[in-house]
């Protein structure tokens, strides 16, 4: 089963735009999930987590202060809000789920993340 990613589009700078992260509670309620990101020719880089109880989140560095993820556990979905676009943040954009049932830690990172979707492009113009 994999999740399912949506909400991308082309956003001037500055502006905002939310993604949504379809996450079956049959299979991903024990799972912390991520997002992630991968602009042209660079590596995935990881954004934001929540864990599989929707109590903690976590963010990398250039997501601190300008997005927030969040967890709906009775309907499935993680999203992620995105404020204060900027044309770096373009990018194809990931959910995954972490491999690792009841993971309670703060370190999050790709390797340990399965489930992958298509993505979401996101584009922000200067």
């Known amino acids: 089963v994999q999740l399912q990613a949506s909400g991308g589009g082309l956003v001037q700078a500055g502006g905002y735009l939310r993604l949504s992260c379809s996450a079956p509670a049959r299979t991903f309620s024990n799972y912390a999930i991520g997002w992630f990101r991968q602009a042209p020719g660079k590596e995935r880089e990881f954004v934001a987590a929540?864990?599989?109880?929707?109590?903690?989140?976590y963010y990398g560095d250039s997501a601190k202060g300008r997005f927030t993820i969040s967890r709906d556990k009775a309907k499935n979905w993680v999203y992620l809000r995105m404020n204060t676009l900027r044309p770096e943040d373009t990018a194809v954009y990931y959910c995954a789920a972490d491999s690792r049932r009841y993971h309670s830690g703060t370190d999050y990172n790709t390797v340990d993340f399965t489930s992958w979707g298509q993505g979401t492009q996101v584009t922000v113009s200067s």
């Open positions: 929540v864990n599989w109880r929707a109590t903690s989140t």
